[in-house]
């Protein structure tokens, strides 16, 4: 196995320089950065990381702590975010807190613990408590956290307008949102907001239906929208607050008898692969989850070190038709 003193022989500096290389630490010209680099390359050295750890008192290591990892808006985001780490030459050490607040605050010792340079919270409901652990910076994404450094939303308002108005748009005088969790405050229960500020101003018969903690959890939505369905029969619009409960939607139309777009039009939110692996493909509100990774990596890490970063940033989303809908 090659050694740092290895790197720098071959490279014709002395292990000081070939250290500095690597660590980027001080003026080096292109010239020197190169002959290290290379040597490095072709000798595959591998820096310790442990010891540039106790080094540098980080590691170039974020923390990622999501409620879900099966669900597929939090897959989607979570490879977004280990690509835009990956390009700033960082790692992430994944935590799944299965919504239980007691493993979120584990998780914050260990990654803290794993000296990570900061930790990136994503779509949790978040105990106040736990923010009491200094020594790292916090960003989340889309979810409240007053306390971190940055928040990164997508214009969760500006959906369900959008939604709304294209179910309205399609002919649709009936409509159901299938809404966040009951009594859990988020930042997306502002599409339900924006759902009903539309339908009232079209003057439109709607409902907004919350869901439990134990249907969000497990991700199965199939008889909490069959039972809501059977006590709505005349909806002919349905908002769902996300593409696996579009996709839901879907399975039990064909099973009720509904077609959709023929008797019932359906809009998601998110924009995730499997709205495009469904038959009829679902239209749904694009959520720029690859913008939102990269806002979060880069809040962190300027904030890492000590550089000011905007306190919420909120991109903007888009209506993207499918089959769905018939417009």
């Not at 992430?92 to 979120?104: A, F, G, P, T």
Request: negative net charge; aromatic residues 8%; contains cysteine.
């Amino acid at each position: 196995m090659s050694t740092l003193k290895d790197v720098a022989e071959k490279a014709g500096v002395t292990v000081t320089t070939a250290s500095r290389v690597i660590n980027n630490r001080g003026y080096l010209s292109e010239e020197t950065k190169h002959k290290v680099k290379q040597a490095m390359e072709e000798l595959h050295y591998r820096p310790n990381e442990l010891a540039r750890s106790l080094s540098k008192q980080v590691t170039s290591t974020i923390g990622v702590i999501t409620p879900h990892i099966a669900h597929p808006y939090f897959a989607q985001l979570i490879s977004q975010l280990e690509n835009a780490a990956t390009k700033r030459g960082f790692k992430i050490l994944l935590c799944n807190s299965k919504e239980d607040h007691s493993l979120e605050a584990e998780y914050i010792d260990l990654c803290k613990s794993n000296r990570v340079a900061g930790i990136i919270f994503c779509g949790m409901i978040l105990a106040s408590e736990q923010y009491s652990q200094k020594g790292f910076p916090f960003v989340a994404i889309e979810c409240n956290s007053p306390l971190c450094v940055s928040t990164i939303l997508c214009d969760n308002y500006a959906g369900g307008r959008l939604a709304a108005e294209h179910l309205i748009e399609c002919g649709c005088k009936n409509l159901i949102h299938f809404s966040g969790i009951i009594d859990q405050e988020m930042p997306g229960d502002s599409r339900a907001q924006a759902f009903t500020d539309v339908c009232k101003h079209y003057k439109v018969t709607f409902n907004n239906i919350w869901t439990g903690d134990s249907t969000y959890y497990t991700m199965d939505y199939h008889e909490f929208i069959k039972q809501t369905l059977l006590t709505y029969p005349d909806t002919d619009g349905i908002f769902a607050s996300s593409d696996l409960i579009a996709a839901q939607v879907i399975q039990v139309c064909a099973e009720i008898g509904k077609k959709i777009p023929d008797d019932i039009q359906l809009i998601g939110f998110d924009d995730v692969a499997l709205s495009t692996l469904t038959t009829p493909q679902i239209s749904t509100i694009h959520q720029p989850t690859k913008e939102m990774a990269e806002m979060a990596v880069e809040s962190l890490i300027k904030s890492s070190g000590q550089e000011t970063v905007p306190n919420k940033i909120v991109l903007p989303v888009s209506l993207v038709k499918r089959q769905s809908t018939r417009k």
